[in-house]
């Protein structure tokens, strides 16, 4: 049975699962970096036949099997309560990326943690969904830094003998194969499957015998290499991805396309209707009646786009089997005047009926760079709405935290408790037990920088200074700032060091030093990310700030964990207005980490004063496209300082020697009342059920005008 339970990613969310495993064997737990498949790959026997006689273990076992067994069961989940009609029609949600588990690299960021939380959280609410994405059988990268600071990038393959993925068989029970013709090239594609608790992923690959050796890398790594190899993977998404599903013999109702990667979905779909004999206009209107599309970014880099001599080397001649002209189609992704630019989005704008921002911020600036679609109505006339994103709460909420609400609520609560009542446990809770609980996630974090560490030392460093940059000096009574994400020159790592004095004289303070703590990838084309990390990689090794900056390598989901929960404060820098959402800041404050952040994405709608602290916004416009802009760089720098110098720090040290500051804990209170209220992923995806895919499956009419 452990082993079944293995094969479903479920386990990764059960704290019953987890503790289950940890208990025969941690130091083998901790040294598979929580996973269950290569756990019970090397587990002893002896282990398990000791376990099996501890009668806590037993008792645990049981409901966990209890548990597991009810998914299989679709009755008594929210979604089956109120949609019992739609509970066996599907809804296909296409990603380019999945972040479900640290031994699966198949994402690159936010992107990804969010599609994954998406299928945990549909998961639990029994809401019939189905992945679809690509197997990068390459990896994204490890991040590995020089000397110098500079981020060189080695592989991470996937490994399929220590990841819950299968092949995908036909009813023959032969791999299930579909054609998909790339640049006049008939091009064999595969799927892998990965479960995550009710809710199936399919991970298309390339990677066949029946395919030349340059196909066959074609799905291998995720976001490098040229354009024309971003396209060729996103046909294969897209096309790939309908023909497996129709394949498998599953009939979509409502199809969801998680940013625009997985456009291309539309065009198979719009082949198949205009088979049908359909017109065009008749297949796009069916097409947008029963699609959603979620816009993930307004910063112009992260919306891919190919020239019409790229798509049409790609796609062609695709158009014939869809009844329409070649200039007809190259219309589809036309972006502004411009006869040459063929953009994902535009694509996705043209043929999905329901579209969403993901917070309220990035709905205004969303409806601000699309308004020319809709030849330049009103911005309140242009049908991109919002939903916030969230974050899955049994993912994200670590141990300590999750056992004292369960004081209150029950241990079934994160599956039953409305958000209302969650948040009153919270407020309830006594600050003593709130702040040893938070105070039991530092020391994890810290123990866990110490042994990272020292394995790298004793395994591949030489240098001493890379051991203290690397936190080794970080002193558990110290204030801790955390900043990881991906190191993009927009989320502003640097502020901070625009003033090095002002940085030192804060962090060295004798009497209340403070401590940062960062992490990141800089993605493997962006040098000047790369440069960024460079400076700030540099800084911890520097003797002047005295160790109290760490930079740890490799930022991913495990480390992401440790690092949400154990940090004293989240920092967001965002430059206005190019943060979509952020998640990150989520994370810490379900863990009831207040976050010090600028007022974008969804710290704008977070922020009410009592839960963190905020850099306001610039007096004056909406910030436009919010290019580099020296001013606002260094009015937000000496905002940060002021904020940190004047409230934060005096507000954390505010106490008497070993115990904690009561106004801080009241903010922790705060960022984590918000957090279960507003900012999980169960309000989000059910309101995406309830305005968006329901609505959809129920053929009602899509808001406002399709665009011109
Ligand atoms: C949550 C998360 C992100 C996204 O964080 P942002 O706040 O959106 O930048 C990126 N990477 C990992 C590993 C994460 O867990």
Not at 204 to 209: A, N, Q
């Amino acid at each position: 049975m452990l082993a079944d339970i293995s094969q479903n990613l479920w386990w990764s969310w059960q704290l019953d699962a987890r503790e289950l495993f940890h208990r025969i064997d941690r130091r083998l737990w901790e040294g598979t970096r929580h996973n269950a498949v290569q756990f019970l790959r090397q587990v002893s026997p002896e282990r398990l036949e000791e376990n099996a006689q501890d009668p806590i273990s037993l008792e645990r076992y049981d409901r966990v099997v209890r548990r597991f067994e009810l998914l299989t069961q679709q009755n008594g989940t929210w979604f089956a309560g109120r949609y019992p009609e739609l509970r066996n029609r599907p809804i296909a949600y296409f990603s380019a990326e999945f972040a479900l588990h640290r031994s699966l690299p198949i994402y690159s960021g936010g992107l990804g943690v969010l599609a994954g939380d998406h299928c945990k959280e549909a998961s639990d609410l029994g809401v019939p969904l189905i992945g679809v994405g690509l197997y990068y059988h390459g990896g994204y990268f490890d991040q590995l830094i020089g000397l110098d600071g500079w981020q060189r990038d080695s592989d991470d393959p996937v490994d399929p003998t220590v990841n819950p993925v299968v092949r995908v068989n036909g009813a023959d029970g032969k791999p299930c194969l579909v054609a998909v013709t790339i640049s006049g090239r008939e091009v064999q594609v595969g799927a892998w499957r990965v479960v995550v608790g009710r809710i199936p992923v399919y991970l298309l690959d390339t990677d066949l015998e029946a395919n030349d050796a340059g196909d066959r890398q074609l799905t291998a790594r995720l976001y490098t290499g040229a354009p024309e190899w971003r396209l060729r993977q996103e046909w294969v998404l897209g096309v790939g991805g309908v023909r497996l599903l129709r394949a498998l013999g599953i009939q979509p109702e409502v199809w969801h396309a998680n940013e625009g990667h997985a456009a291309f979905m539309f065009i198979e779909r719009m082949r198949e209707l205009t088979g049908t004999g359909l017109t065009a206009v008749k297949a796009a209107e069916q097409i947008r009646a029963t699609s959603v599309f979620t816009t993930h970014t307004p910063v112009a880099a992260g919306h891919d786009v190919f020239t019409s001599e790229q798509v049409e080397q790609v796609t062609g001649p695709f158009w014939n089997t869809m009844g329409i002209t070649r200039d007809q189609f190259l219309a589809l992704g036309k972006s502004g005047g411009d006869d040459r630019r063929f953009e994902m989005t535009v694509l996705s704008l043209r043929l999905a009926g329901r579209v969403n921002a993901v917070s309220a911020r990035h709905q205004e600036e969303s409806r601000r760079i699309w308004r020319w679609m809709w030849g330049k109505k009103p911005v309140a006339d242009v049908p991109i709405d919002h939903v916030t994103n969230g974050v899955h709460l049994s993912t994200w909420m670590a141990r300590p935290i999750r056992d004292l609400v369960a004081k209150s609520l029950g241990s079934d609560w994160e599956l039953e408790a409305e958000p209302a009542a969650v948040a009153a446990a919270v407020r309830e809770t006594d600050d003593d037990r709130l702040w040893a609980a938070h105070d039991s996630l530092r020391q994890l974090l810290f123990h866990y920088i110490r042994e990272e560490a020292r394995v790298r030392w004793r395994e591949k460093w030489k240098d001493a200074a890379r051991l203290a940059g690397s936190g080794a000096l970080l002193s558990p009574a110290v204030f801790t700032i955390g900043f990881a994400r991906r190191f993009a020159t927009y989320k502003r790592a640097d502020l901070l060091f625009r003033d090095r004095e002002r940085l030192r004289r804060l962090l060295t303070d004798p009497s209340r030093p403070v401590q940062i703590i960062f992490s990141g990838k800089a993605h493997p084309a962006d040098d000047p990310g790369k440069r960024l990390l460079q400076q700030v990689f540099l800084a911890a090794q520097d003797p002047s700030f005295e160790g109290r900056i760490a930079f740890l390598e490799d930022y991913e989901l495990h480390l992401a964990h440790r690092l949400v929960a154990g940090v004293d404060l989240w920092l967001n820098l965002p430059r206005v207005p190019l943060e979509a959402c952020g998640t990150s800041g989520m994370k810490a404050a379900l863990n009831g980490v207040p976050q010090l952040g600028t007022l974008d994405g969804w710290w704008a709608e977070g922020y009410t004063g009592q839960k963190g602290w905020a850099i306001p916004r610039a007096s004056g416009g909406t910030g436009g496209a919010g290019g580099e802009d020296g001013d606002t760089d260094q009015r937000d720098m000496e905002h940060l300082f002021g904020l940190l110098e004047e409230k934060v720090v005096p507000m954390y040290y505010d106490r008497l020697p070993g115990q904690h500051s009561a106004e801080w804990v009241h903010m922790m209170k705060g960022a984590l009342t918000v957090a279960v209220e507003r900012f999980t992923t169960r309000r989000m995806l059910q309101t995406y059920v309830t305005q968006y895919y329901v609505p959809a499956a129920a053929g009602e009419a899509t808001p406002g005008d399709p665009p011109l």
